[in-house]
């Protein structure tokens, strides 16, 4: 499942990032690599989604969050 | 200067850490600040004295990385690396984003002062850190400072001098055994290319291995050599050699931000959370967004107004004083007309723009701007931007030049392009001086509403149909979301000033300008000529009065003259007296989209060139002229 899948307030743990070079560059960045826990805060329709990892708050559009593979905690 | 009596400092750090505020406060500048990322579009410089030092000191714009080659930010990269000293502002209540990129200036071996900002928040979570640690564990000295309180700049400036009597570098923070390995091995191979840069940051950064840097200038053994040690690694950890490396500083920094960092639980302030949780709401998000800039323009409508009227109260007590001891000869009138054009300057713009600026910069610095971007990125990627076009389309809405310049936040080509186009229709300050001093007086608010709703129909069509025929690459929408930030009113009320001085500075001197060709015009009597060039499209299709060619020929130079000359033609900002209600609202329109201002098209040209910017005119004059006029025929057969 990718980030997108998850729930508001839902946790989960990255695991891949399926996407080029200057993705995953630019997500590393926010500290959105593999074995981060992150939390979705809100998705709302038509806008992006938030996540919360190490202590910040990040946006990213849904596009971005459809290629960051997660697991929820409880699998 | 001699150089060596100049200290070089860079203000660099992630975005939104207040590099900006820190850089105003000690040079006393008034540059962009607001609690968003990507405010700061490039670099700045001024110099100042301490102690008989001259130091001269860069603004940057926020970065996550340092590249080697970057192809954005060139010359900003030189003064970085020109630098003597880099000063760190870290956001102290996130210490663990900004040592992350504290860690890429320690592989750069600059010397460099840590500034822990924003210490005043931090406090208030009740977050404390040590700084003796964190300067034993860095090599760099720290301090802590409060930059919109100006708390801590002669220290920091103090620090500074001290530094560079006694030059420090910053200590090596050493990674994993497996990646220094790597690393060394790379710097042995290395040793021989003259680079003025740390080889370990070299090292680094072509193990790291992204699409930002270009290596094409080394040498094929080298190449080779890199190539395989990445893919050794890679097959090692079954992750990119890019992901590797950032999960190392990560680490990194999370420890250190771990061995350095208390947090006492204090009860934090509940209004910031509740608001957070309101304003990304699914439902009640987006309402308050709709109201919350209707607000905007009704607040500004209502205040504006009623400050308007004093002034209309005002200037005609002064007309009838003016009529009853210099009389009502022709020479007399000419003089007034040339006095109420200032005064009308006062009568119907400033009124209006002081409480807009105000509430737009409360918004801005409060943070709200990144909640719109949030709010509205999928529908806008329907437009062919993304959410963050609306920061620069915000902006716009104060004025466009700054806007436009601001679109540089915007990734790709097409996006910028895009965003560009779209913001260049956004009405700006000056329309909505137009707007309301015609549409909002005379005929309410709510006409007002109705322009404004029109305007947004234009931007969306324009870029549902733009983003079909520009090509061009998209890129998503990552960023920072800032927490929100009690406003700073002093910086509010200096950056609105400074807004109503630069206007009053320009804008004086066109008013009088346009008063002087007008009369001219009149004396040679060639008014009448120049309007009736217009003619055919102002008074045949559009159904104004012939006198609206020429004042949309000044208009250019700044839209608000269209009023402003108005005024002063008739002698008084009783606008009724000429225009029918179809009439203000067509005029509005086509005030709204004919063409950008003077200033605007120069911004234009310089972030596009001619042949865009030019593109771009000829589709406003076009689409001003279709919808206004299409507007009046409507208004005409509904009767208003
Ligand atoms: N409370 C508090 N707010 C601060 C402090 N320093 C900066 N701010 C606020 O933080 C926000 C960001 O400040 P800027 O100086 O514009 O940030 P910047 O680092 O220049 O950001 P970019 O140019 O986008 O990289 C603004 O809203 C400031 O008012 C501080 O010490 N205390
Ligand atoms: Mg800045």
């Known amino acids: 499942m990718t980030i997108l899948d998850l729930k508001e307030g839902q946790k989960a743990l990255v695991k891949s990032i399926m996407a080029g070079k200057n993705a995953e560059s630019r997500l590393s960045n926010f500290g959105i690599i593999p074995d981060e826990k992150i939390k979705l805060i809100k998705k709302p329709l038509l806008g992006a989604i938030e996540i919360e990892i190490q202590n910040s708050k990040v946006i990213l559009g849904k596009g971005l969050a459809s290629k960051v593979i997660v697991t929820t905690q409880n699998e | 200067m001699n150089k060596h009596h100049s ?38 410089r001024k110099s100042i004295r301490f102690r008989d030092k001259k130091i001269i000191i860069s603004d940057l714009p926020g970065v996550q990385t340092i590249d080697i080659f970057p192809n954005k930010f060139k010359r900003e990269h030189k003064i970085l690396m020109n ?66 309180k100006k708390e801590g700049m002669t220290e920091l400036l103090k620090k500074i ?18 990646i220094e390995d790597k690393i060394n091995k ?28 270009d290596f094409s200038t080394l040498n094929q053994k080298t190449k080779q050599v890199v190539e395989n040690i990445i893919k050794n690694l890679e097959k090692r950890f079954g992750y990119s050699s890019q992901i590797l490396i950032a999960s190392e500083r990560l680490h990194k920094a999370t420890e250190i931000t771990n061995k350095v960092l208390t947090v006492q639980n204090v009860h934090e302030k509940g209004w910031k959370k509740k608001l957070e949780k309101m304003t990304s709401h699914k439902i009640w998000g987006y309402l308050i967004m709709i109201f919350g800039l209707g607000g905007l323009f009704g607040f500004t409508f209502k205040i504006g107004n009623y400050i308007s009227l004093l002034f209309d109260k005002a200037s005609s007590f002064l007309h009838s004083y003016w009529n009853l001891y210099l009389g009502v000869s022709s020479a007399s009138q000419l003089g007034w007309s040339a006095l109420e054009s ?21 918004l801005e610095d409060l943070g709200y701007l990144s909640r719109v971007a949030f709010l509205t990125d999928s529908f806008m990627r329907k437009l062919g931007v993304q959410g963050k076009s609306c920061i620069p389309m915000m902006l716009g809405l104060g004025c466009n030049v700054p806007a436009c310049l601001n679109c540089r936040i915007m990734e790709s080509k097409k996006e910028r392009f895009l965003t560009i186009l779209l913001t260049t229709l956004v009405p700006c300050s000056a329309v909505m001086v137009v707007v309301m001093g015609l549409v909002g007086k005379y005929m309410g608010l709510g006409w007002v509403l109705f322009l404004y709703l029109l305007d947004l129909i234009v931007i969306i069509l324009t870029g549902v149909v733009s983003s079909k025929i520009i090509k061009g690459k998209k890129t998503h929408l990552i960023m920072e979301m800032p927490e929100y930030k009690m406003p700073h009113l002093k910086t509010i009320l200096t950056l609105t000033w ?30 009448g ?32 003259l269209i009023l402003i000359t108005l005024a002063s033609l008739l002698g008084t900002t009783n606008f ?41 005119i000829i589709f406003e004059i076009s689409l001003a002229i279709i919808l206004a006029g299409t507007v009046s025929r409507i208004l005409s057969i509904i009767k208003i």
């Open chain 2, 576 to 616: 009724s007296l000429v225009l029918s209600h179809t009439q203000m609202i067509t005029l509005s329109v086509v005030t709204m989209f004919y063409i950008p201002c003077i200033a605007t098209i120069s911004a234009l040209k310089q972030e596009l060139g001619w042949k865009k910017t030019l593109y771009i």
């Open chain 2, 498 to 527: 400074y807004r109503v001085k630069e206007f009053l500075l320009i804008a004086a001197p066109l008013v009088i300008l346009s008063g002087v060709i007008i009369k001219l015009l009149e004396i040679f009597n060639w008014l």
């Open chain 2, 83 to 148: 630098s003597d000293i880099v000063l760190n502002v870290i956001d102290s209540t996130n210490p663990q984003r900004g040592l992350m990129f504290t860690l890429q200036l320690i592989e750069l071996k600059k010397p460099t002062i840590i500034v822990l900002n924003m210490a005043d928040i931090a406090k208030q979570k009740g977050i404390k850190i040590n700084k003796k640690l964190l300067e034993e564990i860095t090599g760099c000295p720290v301090i802590e400072t409060v930059a919109t």
């Open chain 2, 529 to 560: 000529l120049i309007s009736s060039i217009l003619s055919p499209i102002t008074v045949k299709w559009l159904g104004l009065p012939s006198i609206t060619g020429i004042l949309l020929i000044l208009g250019i130079l700044r839209k608000e």
């Open chain 2, 7 to 44: 200290i070089n400092v860079a203000i660099v750090g992630r975005a939104n850490s207040g590099k900006s505020v820190l850089f105003n406060t000690l040079t006393s500048s008034h540059e962009h600040t607001g609690n968003w990322e990507g405010k700061t579009i490039k670099g700045i």
């Open chain 2, 161 to 178: 001098l001290k530094l560079k009597s006694n030059l420090k570098l910053p200590k090596k923070i050493a990674y994993s055994q497996d």
């Open chain 2, 186 to 213: 790379i710097t042995n191979h290395i040793k021989d290319i003259k680079h003025n840069l740390s080889p370990r940051f070299i090292s680094i950064k072509l193990l790291e291995n992204n699409a930002n840097n």
């Open chain 2, 342 to 362: 200032m005064i009308a300057i006062f009568q119907i713009t400033i009124p209006y723009i002081i409480p807009f600026y105000i509430i737009l910069y409360i």
